[in-house]
């Protein structure tokens, strides 16, 4: 939503943000669904810790469709930082700051750091 506000709250910019969270959700819980079905086989209970184990081994794509919205969100950030007005003594980096750039890139190299 922030990031709709910032675009003066237009309604392409909130259908394109909608869709694209949307497709994001879709499509990691199909991800999430498939893998769980391809490794079912491979889960078993441990009564000793009273847990399940099993293999992980395609969980990684899990990560990729929020890693792609994130950036989708910071590409509109940057756009919309770049295309304001602003006086000379306001820098680049209080603008993206204020615009909350900086938080969704620290989600997405958290992200990126699970995926390593």
Known sequence: MRVHILWDNRRDIFL??????????????ALVIMSSVKNAPSYSMQPIFNICFGRVEDTWTVWIPPMIYHCFIMILLVIKSLSTPRIVSTRLHDVMIRDGFIYFFVVFLAMLFNLL
Do not use: K, Q
């Not at 943000?17 to 499509?27: D, S």
């Open 16 to 29: 394109w943000v909608f869709t694209a969270w949307a497709l994001h959700v879709l499509v990691n819980i």
